[in-house]
C-alpha cells in the first residue's frame, strides 16, 4: 500500500522527496486512526451484544433458509461466542456451511437498534471454554451436559463485518466495520 503510494505521491509531487514523506506519514496516521476508530466500534459491538444477549442466527440447511432465536453466549475482542447443542440442526448446518449472519436488537421507542454481524464460525474445543459455559449457563447442566459432554458444542465468529441500524441511518449507506 506504501510503495504504491510513494509511486503516485512521485507523479504529484515530482522529484520531492521531502513532501513524498510527508504525505506517508500523513497516509500512516490516517490508518492509525482509522484503526483506532475500528478498535472504539468494536467495544461498542461487544457492549452491545453483552447487553442484549438475544439473537436472531441464520443457517442454509440445502438450500433453505433457516433462522432461530438464541440466547447468546458473551463477546471479547477475540469474538462472538455462541454455545449450543449437537442435538440440534444448528451444529451440523454450520459444518456444512459455516457462514452465518447474527442480528441482535435493543427496543427502545417505537423502533430500536438493530446490529448485525456477519462471518465465518469457528467449532471450538479449547476445555476452559467449556468449563466457563458450565459455570455461566448452570442450568446445563441439568441435562447432563459436562465439560467432556460430545453434546456440548461452542462456536464463534472472529471475523467479519458489522454494522449497526437505526431508523435514524435507515436510508443512509451502511457503515461496516471489518473485524
Known sequence: ?????????????????????????????????????????????????????????????????????????????????????????????LKVNPKTEVCFYKHEGTIGTMLRISGEVEFLTDTKLKEKVLVDRPFLKSYGITSDSPNLIIFRISHGQAHFWTMENNLKPKEIIEF
Not at 43 to 68: A, G, H, W
Not at 80 to 91: G, V
Open 1 to 93: 500500500m506504501f510503495q504504491s503510494f510513494f509511486v503516485i505521491s512521485r507523479i504529484i509531487f515530482g522529484k520531492s522527496l521531502t513532501k513524498r514523506v510527508v504525505c506517508i506519514k500523513i497516509l500512516k496516521n490516517a490508518k492509525e486512526f482509522l484503526l483506532i476508530m475500528t478498535k472504539i466500534e468494536m467495544k461498542n459491538y461487544i457492549n452491545f451484544t453483552n447487553e442484549n444477549p438475544i439473537c436472531y442466527l441464520s443457517t442454509v440447511e440445502n438450500d433453505q433458509p433457516r433462522v432461530r432465536v438464541l440466547g447468546f453466549w458473551f463477546a471479547d475482542e477475540t469474538g462472538f461466542y455462541f454455545q449450543t447443542s449437537t442435538i440440534k440442526e444448528l451444529p451440523n448446518q
